[in-house]
């Protein structure tokens, strides 16, 4: 499967983005989704998953009450929907899938086996 993200981009504080992580060459509706940001220097974090069904999300603790995931599975995509952005957001953004039939959201990137090229998160003071 591979992975495209998009949606980055340069945003005044206290500002919103929606990312979007569209799949192609197979059916990502069965498989756990993540995002996962990296600021320079930086290891990369845990930021929200989902599961298939979208039964069940994650969210990492800087970001719960201000970014919500969600999945169009007609669409094949994952969103990211970040509000109140903050300047320590500021990161490449990167959309990750974990194996087909693997139900049990991940925090560890290691658990998430097919990744995107990242998108650029800027957010200015």
């Known amino acids: 499967v591979q992975l495209q993200a998009s949606g980055g981009g340069l945003v005044q504080a206290g500002g919103s983005l929606r990312l979007s992580c569209a799949a192609s060459?197979?059916?990502?509706?069965?498989?756990?989704v993540g995002w996962f940001a990296q600021a320079p220097g930086k290891e990369r974090r845990f930021v929200a998953a989902?599961?298939?069904?979208?039964?069940?999300?994650a969210y990492g603790d800087s970001v719960k009450g201000r970014f919500t995931i969600s999945r169009d599975n007609a669409k094949n995509t994952v969103y990211l929907q970040m509000s109140s952005l903050e300047p320590e957001d500021t990161a490449v953004y990167y959309c990750?899938?974990?194996?087909?039939?693997?139900?049990?959201?991940?925090?560890?990137?290691?658990?998430?086996?097919?990744w995107g090229q990242g998108t650029q998160v800027t957010v200015s003071s």
């Open positions: 989902v599961s298939g069904n979208s039964g069940s999300t």
């Open positions: 060459g197979r059916d990502l509706s069965n498989n756990v």
């Open positions: 990750a899938a974990r194996g087909s039939g693997i139900t049990v959201i991940a925090r560890s990137r290691y658990q998430y086996g097919y």
